[in-house]
């Protein structure tokens, strides 16, 4: 393995480093020695390597390419009693209840792979595995690897955890591993941002409050028919939980009888929180005592519960959001800025019975969102950290980036990639193949003609496009609204535009239901292998497979936007962070992030991270097309990833971007 020394320090590469790779290992061994912050946005292909990620698939994929390396550090790997539990009754419960059963099987010694991890030497040598192979090799040894992988975090050199690990306060308190002079590295760091804002955020609806209610029911039935017997020392009685009801019901009629418009809610300064349960007689001096009653009636209802109900318990999330509330008495104040209070009502139309009629069901929401995601990394911050490197394909802005996180990042990279012009060709196609403008705004997007014209333009390039086809609408609804319209089947009798689209390549489209999400993945990836005119995969921005999935080489010869997916204007949460963003006060000679600026980042930001599901390392290629006019405009263009930008065509018809993506002019890009 070639070992390269940068700035004074040797690097070990498991191939010959590129030159973007030198200049990413430079900056974060800069970053290192001097216990800086880093901002490091880089391509995909220039061999990162990192801890943290969002999900255990990208965690997967940097494990794979620690291995290849000269360095073999300790290694522990986290993650949830989901991912981990082997027990063949417990795996298949979720949340509260299977937290719950596993800490009570463990106690009472009737689980084996426990009792064999407490048999051997705890978790042995921590080696580089991830967390399939984690689960493999405990579960052959009758070993639990969830505990398993808890005794590993003191041995380990190098943790691997998803970043809701670090950023979820209660989370990270549950793990009891100390930051002080942690190096925290996180990757896929564009989403960092909302998952520390969602991390401090919590809602609560009235349909929340009543299943609270039903469980301390349940827990009082149970006490009062000798079902559950609480411990000499418990605070728990008929009493106590009558009480706790009794408090349940008051907070809901509040809630309800709260004066809220049909349109927007009503919305209040963060402070109201205390306010609100004020009038309930909940304080930082109350609270502890509400919390404790409310989790010893948790664990009452899953000691004496239904053990095969794989519930979450709605007191569970009670407790949560008043520990985030609770927690801090000397800085409330303060971090309440960071805040807004937001009720609203919400009908939802349901039925009872499948074949029986729709009911509609009106329901109030509480939320406490927070609006600056740097509440949550100044938390991580001030834990004594040695440092934070952040990185990802698509951080840019990075002014923007730090404003938002609020903590600083002297040393940035915006870094090339690592292939060249020949293995790109993007181009922006404002108009179809008749002529017709292909704009996907409100104004235009449910038009028939907008609709016809999208899917003949898509036809002509999946004819031109060989192997894998990734095409990505801004929303869900947009994508089935295209998909229906295309399946009408014309009075004519002509095939319809999903049938002619069929002709030429079999069509995959992202389920909404993540459990049929990995059966579609590999169904589009084995039709790739097998069929040699390929396959269509129908995505969203935003979406899973616009997240941390490789299709690379023929997976991903070609990835089409069909539009800019801007999130949807009027939503409450997206109107408020804007006036938040608009009302702050910056010091003087610092530039303002704008509402409007973070909300057309965003979008740019989902774009981005679409666009490089394709050409993945030094010897990928493939194209980018870009099917709406408003990515001609040089404000939009300016928001594309820096290393595509010198690449970028903005075509005045469908027939010049045609002959530009036909031989000879892309005889070297699809070669």
Same mark, same amino acid.
């Given at each position: 393995?070639?070992?390269?020394?940068?700035?004074?320090?040797?690097?070990?590469?498991?191939?010959?480093?590129?030159?973007?790779?030198?200049?990413?290992?430079?900056?974060?061994?800069?970053?290192?020695?001097?216990?800086?912050?880093?901002?490091?946005?880089?391509?995909?292909?220039?061999?990162?390597?990192?801890?943290?990620?969002?999900?255990?698939?990208?965690?997967?994929?940097?494990?794979?390419?620690?291995?290849?390396?000269?360095?073999?550090?300790?290694?522990?790997?986290?993650?949830?009693?989901?991912?981990?539990?082997?027990?063949?009754?417990?795996?298949?419960?979720?949340?509260?209840?299977?937290?719950?059963?596993?800490?009570?099987?463990?106690?009472?010694?009737?689980?084996?792979?426990?009792?064999?991890?407490?048999?051997?030497?705890?978790?042995?040598?921590?080696?580089?595995?991830?967390?399939?192979?984690?689960?493999?090799?405990?579960?052959?040894?009758?070993?639990?690897?969830?505990?398993?992988?808890?005794?590993?975090?003191?041995?380990?050199?190098?943790?691997?955890?998803?970043?809701?690990?670090?950023?979820?306060?209660?989370?990270?308190?549950?793990?009891?591993?100390?930051?002080?002079?942690?190096?925290?590295?996180?990757?896929?760091?564009?989403?960092?941002?909302?998952?520390?804002?969602?991390?401090?955020?919590?809602?609560?609806?009235?349909?929340?409050?009543?299943?609270?209610?039903?469980?301390?029911?349940?827990?009082?039935?149970?006490?009062?028919?000798?079902?559950?017997?609480?411990?000499?020392?418990?605070?728990?009685?008929?009493?106590?939980?009558?009480?706790?009801?009794?408090?349940?019901?008051?907070?809901?009629?509040?809630?309800?009888?709260?004066?809220?418009?049909?349109?927007?809610?009503?919305?209040?300064?963060?402070?109201?929180?205390?306010?609100?349960?004020?009038?309930?007689?909940?304080?930082?001096?109350?609270?502890?005592?509400?919390?404790?009653?409310?989790?010893?009636?948790?664990?009452?209802?899953?000691?004496?519960? %239904?053990? *095969?109900?794989?519930?979450? !318990?709605?007191? @569970?999330? &009670? /407790?949560?959001?008043?520990? #985030?509330?609770?927690?801090?008495?000397?800085?409330?104040?303060?971090?309440?800025?960071?805040?807004?209070?937001?009720?609203?009502?919400?009908?939802?139309?349901?039925?009872?019975?499948?074949?029986?009629?729709?009911?509609?069901?009106?329901?109030?929401?509480?939320?406490?969102?927070?609006?600056?995601?740097?509440?949550?990394?100044?938390?991580?911050?001030?834990?004594?950290?040695?440092?934070?490197?952040?990185?990802?394909?698509?951080?840019?802005?990075?002014?923007?980036?730090?404003?938002?996180?609020?903590?600083?990042?002297?040393?940035?990279?915006?870094?090339?990639?690592?292939?060249?012009?020949?293995?790109?060709?993007?181009?922006?196609?404002?108009?179809?193949?008749?002529?017709?403008?292909? %704009?996907? *705004?409100?104004?235009?997007? !449910?038009?028939? @003609?907008? &609709? /016809?014209?999208?899917?003949? #333009?898509?036809?002509?390039?999946?004819?031109?496009?060989?192997?894998?086809?990734?095409?990505?609408?801004?929303?869900?609804?947009?994508?089935?609204?295209?998909?229906?319209?295309?399946?009408?089947?014309?009075?004519?009798?002509?095939?319809?535009?999903?049938?002619?689209?069929?002709?030429?390549?079999?069509?995959?489209?992202?389920?909404?239901?993540?459990?049929?999400?990995?059966?579609?993945?590999?169904?589009?990836?084995?039709?790739?292998?097998?069929?040699?005119?390929?396959?269509?995969?129908?995505?969203?921005?935003?979406?899973?497979?616009?997240?941390?999935?490789?299709?690379?080489?023929?997976?991903?010869?070609?990835?089409?936007?069909?539009?800019?997916?801007?999130?949807?204007?009027?939503?409450?949460?997206?109107?408020?962070?804007?006036?938040?963003?608009?009302?702050?006060?910056?010091?003087?000679?610092?530039?303002?992030?704008?509402?409007?600026?973070?909300?057309?980042?965003?979008?740019?930001?989902?774009?981005?991270?679409?666009?490089?599901?394709?050409?993945?390392?030094?010897?990928?290629?493939?194209?980018?097309?870009?099917?709406?006019?408003?990515?001609?405009?040089?404000?939009?263009?300016?928001?594309?990833?820096?290393?595509?930008?010198?690449?970028?065509?903005?075509?005045?018809?469908?027939?010049?971007?045609?002959?530009?993506?036909?031989?000879?002019?892309?005889?070297?890009?699809?070669?």
């Amino acid at each position: 393995m070639p070992t390269v020394r940068i700035a004074g320090v040797p690097v070990s590469f498991p191939f010959t480093p590129y030159e973007s790779q030198l200049v990413y290992m430079e900056k974060v061994i800069t970053a290192l020695e001097t216990k800086q912050n880093a901002l490091l946005e880089s391509p995909t292909g220039t061999g990162k390597i990192i801890y943290s990620s969002r999900t255990h698939t990208q965690l997967k994929q940097v494990v794979k390419e620690l291995k290849q390396t000269a360095y073999k550090p300790k290694v522990a790997i986290l993650g949830s009693r989901e991912h981990l539990c082997v027990h063949p009754e417990i795996s298949k419960m979720r949340g509260t209840q299977q937290n719950h059963s596993c800490r009570q099987a463990a106690k009472q010694m009737r689980c084996i792979f426990k009792s064999g991890y407490d048999q051997s030497k705890k978790g042995g040598n921590p080696r580089i595995m991830d967390i399939e192979e984690l689960v493999t090799v405990n579960r052959e040894r009758q070993i639990c690897p969830f505990y398993a992988s808890r005794d590993m975090l003191s041995k380990a050199n190098v943790i691997f955890m998803p970043y809701n690990y670090l950023v979820d306060p209660p989370l990270r308190a549950s793990l009891g591993v100390s930051l002080e002079n942690a190096i925290l590295i996180f990757d896929e760091a564009h989403n960092v941002e909302s998952i520390a804002s969602e991390a401090a955020s919590y809602s609560l609806s009235t349909e929340d409050i009543q299943g609270c209610i039903k469980e301390a029911q349940e827990c009082h039935r149970m006490i009062a028919t000798s079902r559950y017997v609480p411990e000499e020392s418990s605070f728990l009685s008929t009493q106590s939980v009558t009480t706790l009801m009794e408090l349940l019901m008051e907070i809901e009629r509040g809630l309800l009888s709260f004066p809220v418009s049909k349109d927007g809610g009503c919305t209040k300064p963060g402070e109201y929180i205390f306010d609100f349960f004020k009038a309930f007689n909940i304080s930082f001096d109350t609270a502890p005592m509400v919390l404790g009653i409310s989790e010893q009636v948790i664990e009452a209802i899953t000691d004496g519960g %239904n053990a *095969s109900n794989p519930r979450n !318990s709605k007191l @569970e999330s &009670l /407790v949560s959001f008043l520990k #985030t509330i609770f927690r801090d008495k000397d800085n409330h104040h303060k971090m309440t800025k960071q805040f807004r209070v937001h009720i609203q009502e919400e009908t939802q139309t349901s039925r009872r019975y499948q074949s029986g009629p729709p009911v509609m069901k009106t329901m109030r929401w509480f939320h406490y969102w927070c609006f600056h995601p740097g509440v949550a990394m100044q938390e991580i911050y001030d834990q004594k950290v040695h440092n934070i490197i952040l990185t990802s394909g698509t951080l840019s802005p990075l002014d923007t980036t730090t404003k938002e996180l609020g903590i600083p990042f002297p040393i940035q990279l915006e870094n090339c990639h690592v292939v060249d012009a020949s293995q790109v060709w993007l181009g922006v196609v404002g108009v179809g193949v008749t002529g017709k403008r292909l %704009n996907s *705004s409100y104004q235009y997007r !449910s038009s028939v @003609e907008y &609709l /016809v014209e999208l899917g003949n #333009t898509l036809i002509n390039f999946a004819r031109l496009v060989p192997n894998g086809l990734l095409i990505f609408f801004p929303s869900y609804t947009i994508m089935d609204q295209c998909v229906a319209h295309w399946q009408l089947k014309p009075a004519n009798q002509q095939p319809c535009i999903w049938d002619r689209l069929l002709q030429l390549k079999t069509i995959h489209v992202e389920p909404k239901n993540r459990f049929e999400f990995a059966d579609v993945v590999t169904a589009y990836h084995d039709e790739i292998k097998s069929n040699p005119q390929g396959a269509i995969f129908m995505a969203v921005c935003r979406g899973k497979v616009s997240e941390g999935i490789d299709f690379s080489n023929e997976n991903g010869r070609a990835v089409v936007i069909t539009g800019l997916p801007f999130a949807p204007i009027k939503d409450p949460k997206i109107v408020l962070k804007k006036e938040f963003l608009d009302q702050a006060i910056v010091p003087p000679g610092e530039s303002k992030l704008t509402g409007n600026n973070w909300y057309v980042q965003q979008a740019a930001r989902a774009v981005n991270q679409a666009i490089g599901r394709v050409i993945r390392h030094r010897h990928d290629y493939g194209a980018i097309i870009l099917l709406d006019e408003r990515f001609g405009y040089a404000q939009q263009r300016g928001t594309l990833s820096k290393w595509l930008q010198s690449y970028c065509h903005n075509f005045s018809s469908y027939g010049a971007a045609h002959e530009m993506h036909t031989p000879p002019q892309t005889s070297t890009l699809y070669r």
